[in-house]
């Protein structure tokens, strides 16, 4: 069973830093490829980074230079590391894969950017 957990969120003023993490289990790992997405209130979930299998990366617009997907093949995850944070990254972040014609979504976690 597939399964995606995300950590790392919280409370951080702007201009700080955050480190998410999403734990994968239940699929071949270094075949997908995962996403980063974030949603704020009263607005429609928008796709923040793409990590493909090979390890490349694609990051919206909004977050180029200050946002950086990785992941660990040896440990199943995937990190953002958030720099310069601002208060319209404020969010409810979530990891996603597609895997064997399923989407499958973390739980998310709340990042908030306020001073």
């Known amino acids: 069973q597939v399964q995606l957990v995300e950590s790392g969120g919280g409370l951080v003023q702007p201009g700080g830093s955050l480190r998410l993490s999403c734990a994968a289990s239940g699929m071949f790992f270094r075949a997908v490829v995962m996403g980063w997405y974030r949603q704020a209130p009263g607005k429609q979930r928008e796709l923040v980074a793409t990590?493909?299998?090979?390890?490349?990366?694609d990051y919206a617009d909004s977050v180029k230079g200050r946002f950086t997907a990785s992941r660990d093949y040896a440990k199943n995850t995937v990190s953002l590391q958030m720099n310069s944070l601002k208060p319209e990254d404020t969010a409810v972040y979530y990891c996603y894969t597609r895997y064997n014609g399923g989407d499958y979504w973390g739980q998310g976690t709340q990042v908030t950017v306020s001073s």
């Open positions: 990590i493909r299998s090979t390890g490349d990366t």
